[in-house]
């Protein structure tokens, strides 16, 4: 099994930046992805930014430039930096990571709150 922590979500004014972390726990080595996905109210949950166990990221058209995911594997943690944050980026952000043979597996992490003011 993988176990999945977010942390870093907050109020901030648009413009501003907030770094959000997951931290990973069990199974680490089985890991093959890992990703940020992102819920606001009354929508469907949706992909923000994924990054394989070998380094290479993908993002949602909505975020691109504005974010950047990363992993330390030392850490065993996961990061997401913001910035220019936008009010439409208000929602609950969870990670999420597949794991086991072929990845088949999948852990979601229990959501953080980001809420960006105008």
């Known amino acids: 099994q993988v176990q999945l922590v977010e942390s870093g979500g907050g109020l901030v004014q648009a413009g501003g930046s907030l770094r959000l972390s997951c931290a990973a726990s069990?199974?680490?080595?089985?890991?093959?992805?890992m990703g940020w996905y992102r819920q606001a109210p009354g929508k469907q949950r949706e992909l923000v930014a994924t990054?394989?166990?070998?380094?290479?990221?993908n993002y949602a058209d909505s975020v691109k430039g504005r974010f950047a995911i990363s992993r330390d594997n030392a850490e065993n943690t996961m990061y997401l930096q913001m910035n220019s944050l936008r009010p439409e980026d208000t929602a609950v952000y969870y990670c999420?990571?597949?794991?086991?043979?072929?990845?088949?597996?999948?852990?979601w992490g229990q959501g953080t709150q980001v809420t960006v003011f105008s």
């Open positions: 990054i394989t166990s070998g380094g290479t990221t």
């Open positions: 999420n990571a597949q794991w086991g043979l072929y990845g088949r597996r999948s852990s």
């Open positions: 069990g199974s680490i080595g089985s890991i093959k992805a």
